[in-house]
């Protein structure tokens, strides 16, 4: 496929586009807003800065970000950091984490005329693109005006670089244009090279993931909710979190909570839904069971007659994950690819999760290697898995040790990657 091909569809398609955003916004109507965004049509500050502009996707990407856009940030206090999302709980990450320090704005489409409008309103000298976003007609917008492009953090699974692969031409001209590539393995950086980019512009750096570093004020907010959400209750309590879960999984972690409550009654069972639009669904399923609920978006109190607690608030994941004693880490038991296990990893928590985890195969393999974390393929599985890790502490105390160690000894991709960065800046 040709680029002037793919952006025909483009055009034609986004109708399509359009009805997509809409009906998204009827169960999350932050989809209906800032559209000007997505076309270009944005006003940076008027105070003559140069820019570096980070593009991430969501709420993971942006986080795993974090620790490079602060060390840019430092290093560059003249220019303005253009952060850039593409979905509306990304954009909300992005406030939790700046604030007002970042210039925040969704990224445009991938559309000739908003690419356009973008960068000569930015006007940035650097764009760091994470992990895998990678879109033909802005890179080679960049590419046109001599802006560098870092593709940071880098992933590709099998899957995705046979997506890539079957459209030829098109992959192979965008990857030429890249500046460099910053791979997270050798296995991603095998992929990058197969599907077209060269040897010479690419370095295996690790994962800034492994960088994440938990504040303490953060760790102190997890215990003293620990306390509260715990108080009353027998000294054995523990603390489960089903994090991130999806459509198809919710249903797996009521059965296996289900089935867990009959040997161990005094479990709290945090659901954290990976999207929001899925809250309220996920609070009528958990109904279904004529459980006790507490829903965090209410600030409703969690007493002892809690059974389980809806994680329906945005920016609260780390510190929902600083109170409990086991980590179930979703987007595993479905097809989905699993999510970061690493941040539950950092806060020297035990880990499970299911096998579905191509998005974070390495990682998860580091860390079960280790006996930081454990597979575990049905409902079954996860209950027996907590049943023991929840009742042997020796058993937790090990595999949260592990995962802390793997995390200590995997840091430094952030100042390789920073370096690079740099290096293109200041070419």
């Known amino acids: 496929m040709s680029r002037f091909v793919y952006t025909l569809i483009f055009y034609l398609g986004l109708p399509l586009v359009v009805l997509r955003l809409l009906y998204r916004a009827r169960s999350a109507p932050a989809y209906a807003r800032r559209w000007h965004e997505r076309f270009g049509l944005i006003t940076p500050p008027a105070d003559g800065k140069k820019s570096i502009w980070i593009h991430t996707v969501s709420v993971g990407e942006s986080i795993a970000a974090a620790p490079l856009v602060k060390k840019l940030q430092s290093a560059y206090p003249d220019h303005r950091i253009v952060v850039t999302t593409m979905t509306p709980t990304g954009s909300e990450q992005v406030k939790i984490l700046y604030g007002d320090t970042v210039f925040h704005v969704y990224a445009p489409y991938d559309l000739p005329c908003s690419v356009s409008r973008f960068l000569k309103r930015i006007q940035p000298e650097l764009a760091v693109v994470m992990e895998t976003e990678l879109w033909p007609n802005t890179i080679a917008a960049c590419h046109k005006r001599n802006i560098p492009v870092l593709l940071t953090n880098a992933r590709l699974s099998e899957r995705s670089a046979k997506g890539y692969g079957r459209l030829g031409p098109l992959t192979r001209k965008m990857l030429q244009q890249l500046s460099f590539i910053a791979a997270q393995t050798e296995d991603d950086a095998r992929r990058f090279i197969e599907l077209g980019f ?230």
């Not at 879960?245 to 009521?254: F, L």
């Not at 690493?342 to 580091?366: C, D, K, M, Y």
């Open 198 to 427: 060269p040897k010479a512009r690419m370095q295996v750096t690790g994962t800034l993931k492994y960088d994440l570093d938990i504040p303490e004020a953060l760790k102190s907010e997890g215990k003293d909710l620990r306390e509260s959400w715990l108080r009353g209750r027998p000294g054995h309590a523990r603390i489960l979190i089903a994090a991130s879960t999806h459509k198809g999984e919710d249903e797996q972690i009521v059965e296996a909570f289900r089935n867990l409550s009959r040997t161990l009654s005094d479990v709290l069972l945090i659901v954290v839904p990976r999207h929001p639009e899925r809250f309220d669904a996920v609070y009528e399923l958990l109904k279904n069971e004529e459980w006790n609920i507490s829903r965090r978006s209410t600030n409703a109190p969690v007493t002892p007659e809690t059974d389980v607690l809806l994680g329906d608030t945005m920016g609260e994941l780390l510190r929902m994950y600083a109170t409990a004693d086991l980590a179930f880490v979703g987007g595993s038991l479905v097809e989905h690819g699993g999510h970061n296990p690493l941040e539950p990893a950092a806060l020297g928590l035990p880990i499970v999760s299911g096998p579905h985890v191509f998005n974070f195969q390495e990682v998860t393999a580091t860390l079960e290697e280790a006996g930081a974390l454990t597979t575990v393929h049905t409902s079954a599985g996860l209950t027996r898995h907590a049943e023991y890790i929840l009742t042997d502490q020796d058993a937790a105390q090990n595999a949260g040790n592990a995962a802390l160690e793997v995390m200590n000894k995997n840091r430094g991709a952030l100042s390789r990657q920073l370096m690079l960065a740099q290096a293109l800046i200041e070419k």
